[in-house]
């Protein structure tokens, strides 16, 4: 028996632990000609299709436009997702430009890794396809900051971007890339499910993306040390992550 645990211990060790990922997924990432768009909070891995994980309410939630940076954590509603706690919220974009919402998300407690996870989450939707205000920053402790117009891209585009701590260029910077799995694609291996790439000397990552879809692009820095719920010393996770939708050039009208 002890011998046997031993195993199973071994085979815990080995496997890669699977990427959180926290999803903030606008219905369309372009309006042509404005409206609603619902977007919905999930904390997730989203290649593997789950599990999900309950979402506690967040610390904010926001837009970032022309006109500056606007609370709508009121716009909030519970929408469970397999049984966990997700949420939803529906605005309606009345003007041109792009609005960068954005998530500050309770820090959730991972006690298989001993640690804090803060996923700083964001995605543009451009109103009425003005191509104007995408690259416009939050001002999150960490963010991630494009230097590619990340609406109206066609699958293959090259997404380019910065990674930035308190508005500095990261150097170096692992990030985690996943797509969001319609049920399409099964992995062949766990070394497909998270594709891990580093910025370079100035912050600067790049990634080509091969299926139409979400793409989710998560920058992970070491936060502070805190105490873990038990009161033992914790590390914490900082997230910079942002969203990226794809289309076939055939699927296209």
């Given at each position: 028996m002890r011998t046997f645990i031993s195993a199973i211990?071994?085979?815990a060790l080995a496997s890669p632990a699977c990427a959180h990922f926290q999803e903030i997924l606008p219905s369309e990432d372009v309006l042509p000609d404005g409206g609603k768009v619902t977007v919905d909070l999930i904390f997730t891995h989203p290649m593997e299709r789950g599990p999900t994980?309950?979402?506690a309410r967040p610390v904010r939630v926001g837009v970032a436009r022309e006109k500056g940076?606007?609370?709508?954590?009121g716009s909030l509603v519970e929408a469970p997702v397999d049984g966990k706690q997700a949420w939803r919220l529906e605005r309606d974009i009345a003007e041109p430009g792009a609005e960068v919402f954005f998530v500050e998300p309770k820090p959730y407690w991972e006690p298989a890794e001993n640690k804090y996870i803060v996923h700083y989450a964001k995605v543009v939707v451009?109103?009425?396809a003005s191509g104007e205000g995408w690259d416009r920053l939050v001002g999150l402790p960490v963010e991630i900051a494009p230097l590619v117009r990340p609406t109206g891209l066609w699958t293959g585009n090259l997404f380019r971007a910065v990674v930035l701590k308190d508005g500095q260029p990261v150097p170096g910077a692992e990030i985690e890339v996943e797509w969001v799995?319609?049920?399409?694609?099964t992995p062949p291996n766990e070394a497909f499910i998270t594709q891990v790439i580093k910025a370079d000397?100035?912050?600067?990552?790049?990634?080509?993306?091969?299926?139409a879809g979400w793409w989710g692009f998560?920058?992970?820095?070491?936060?502070?040390?805190?105490?873990?719920?038990?009161?033992?010393?914790?590390?914490?996770e900082l997230?910079?992550?942002?969203?990226?939708?794809?289309?076939?050039?055939?699927?296209?009208?």
């Open positions: 211990a071994l085979i994980m309950d979402m940076v606007e609370d709508i954590s451009d109103g009425y799995n319609d049920g399409t694609v000397d100035m912050g600067v990552f790049s990634y080509a993306m091969p299926r998560a920058a992970l820095i070491d936060g502070p040390e805190t105490q873990s719920p038990d009161g033992k010393p914790a590390s914490t997230g910079a992550l942002m969203w990226v939708k794809t289309t076939d050039m055939g699927g296209a009208r």
